[in-house]
Nanobody, 125 residues
Framework: QVQLVESGGGLVQAGGSLRLSCAAS????????MGWFRQAPGKERDFVAA????????HYADTVKGRFTISRVNTKNAMYLQMNSLKPEDTAVYYC??????????????????WGQGTQVTVSS
């Protein structure tokens, strides 16, 4: 079992920045591919970014490419999402997720078997 806890969400003006954190605990989270997803009210959960087990490979959704950066520090069992140049359409609940298969990467949330509780990000115009 792996437990994931997100933090760092909040309210920010358009053009601002936020840094989300995901703290992992439990069974060898450093061997899992990890990712960030987001879900706006009334919409499906969408892929945002993924990072490989060692952190050397990353992948981003086109909607956030060039603005968001995913990273991880395995010695701290932590993953981060640096979000810059935020837009109102980035408003959503952001979730961190882990895929125990270690495959890099899936964009389908059904492929991830561990999830955090989510953190709200609200971007005002």
């Amino acid at each position: 079992q792996v437990q994931l806890v997100e933090s760092g969400g909040g309210l920010v003006q358009a053009g601002g920045s936020l840094r989300l954190s995901c703290a992992a605990s439990g069974r060898t989270p450093s061997t899992y591919t990890m990712g960030w997803f987001r879900q706006a009210p009334g919409k499906e959960r969408d892929f945002v970014a993924a990072i490989s087990r060692g952190g050397s490979s990353t992948h981003y959704a086109d909607t956030v490419k060039g603005r968001f950066t995913i990273s991880r520090v395995n010695t701290k069992n932590a993953m981060y999402l640096q979000m810059n140049s935020l837009k109102p359409e980035d408003t959503a609940v952001y979730y961190c997720a882990a895929d125990s298969s270690g495959h890099f990467y899936y964009t389908n949330p059904d492929e991830y078997n561990y999830w955090g509780q989510g953190t709200q990000v609200t971007v005002s115009s």
